[in-house]
């Protein structure tokens, strides 16, 4: 949560306890069902507006294909429930589509392996509580599509939030710049699990393929060589050049997208992407809430043996936003 530079620890926690009595946790007991108006089909279409249409098909089949994947494809309609609920008044930079599948391992531009949240498509200023119960859902959803039984699944959802609690105490009193550079990497996860011995193999064997998937292992599988040109290899629907009727303008999209992920970098790593020349762009089909969104998926060289990709994406509606007569809103570009 942000913190104010105006106040002091002490009465930080002051206003957390006067939050809490405008909003005690027996208030998050009962479910208030949405505006009747908020049909679920209809929302589903309005969250397909701006997307690319030959994709919408692609993004309902893997929603199809287990409960599960069905609450990622369809944050609008938990948006809309939560728009209901109750709330402290405390308004954080939420994830705003922190479900379990979008945590995991990445590595930071030191290229150290971390655990976090990997997608922010729905970021938006919102109560701390929706990211939380977004979180508590998807566990319950998943334990169920596991075929666990209730207590498991609750007790599931019961160890998270007591995590999410115990941290948050313990992040409240850290100094500003220890929570700037916190970080979980995947030494602290090996050692917090370290009695869990099948488990700490299974994260060692993921830690090793995810240090694997660099630019330069994949570039075998992801480019060809065409007409003296090397060129990223089509594979429809999932990764295709878009067709030249569109290729001009989705040209001039992805180079507004990269000049403002230019315009975000620091100095010294805008100086290192100057030694990059581009190569190609294809369009890329990512994840399941976001199939349809204009993603791209750049290749640059710098010379025969130093590759680079990078991904750029348009976003559709963004489900936190309410539709105002009609218009369908837009999120800003980002690039990663």
């Known amino acids: 949560m942000g913190r104010s530079p105006t106040l002091t620890s002490a009465e930080r926690r002051e206003g957390g306890r006067q939050a809490r009595q405008r909003s005690p946790r027996r208030s998050h007991a009962a479910w208030r069902p949405r505006d009747r108006t908020d049909d679920p089909l209809e929302l589903l279409r309005h969250s397909n507006a701006d997307r690319i249409p030959g994709l919408v098909p692609v993004r309902h089949g893997r929603m199809l ?38 945590f995991g391992g990445f590595a930071t531009p030191e290229r150290h392996l971390v655990f976090d949240v990997n997608d922010f498509d729905e970021t938006f200023p919102a109560p701390w509580e929706w990211d939380l119960k977004r979180l508590a859902a998807s566990i319950a959803v998943a ?20 995590s999410y609690c115990r941290r948050m105490a313990e992040y409240a009193g850290h100094k500003a710049l220890e929570l700037w550079y916190a970080q979980i990497r995947i030494e602290d996860l090996l050692d917090y ?28 599988k992801l480019t060809t060589v065409t007409d003296g040109r090397r060129t990223i290899v089509d594979n429809p629907p999932f990764i295709y050049h878009p067709q030249q009727a569109l290729a001009r303008t989705w040209a001039r ?4 997208y990269v000049r403002q992920y230019l315009a975000s970098l620091r100095t010294e790593c805008r100086a290192v992407y100057a030694h990059y020349r581009w190569q190609d762009m294809a369009v890329k089909v990512v994840g399941v809430g976001s199939v349809g969104t204009r993603c791209f998926v750049d290749f640059y060289l710098a010379d025969d043996t130093t590759r680079c990709s990078s991904r750029s994406r348009r976003h559709a509606a963004r489900c936190w936003n309410r539709p105002r007569a009609g218009a369908v809103s837009r999120t800003r570009a980002s690039a990663s």
Do not use: Y
């Open 65 to 102: 294909q287990s409960p599960f994947a069905f609450f990622r494809g369809s944050a609008i309609i938990q948006a809309r429930d939560l728009a209901a609920s109750p709330v402290s008044g405390i308004t954080v930079q939420a994830c705003g589509d922190c479900h379990l599948m979008n």
């Open 253 to 256: 999209e992805r180079q507004n």
């Open 143 to 162: 334990a169920r599509h596991m075929s666990w039984s209730n207590a498991a699944a609750e007790g599931a959802v019961r160890a998270a939030v007591a």
């Open 193 to 220: 699990f370290r009695a869990d011995k099948a488990f700490v193999g299974r994260l060692k064997a993921a830690a090793a393929k995810a240090r694997s998937r660099t630019s330069e292992n994949v570039f075998p």
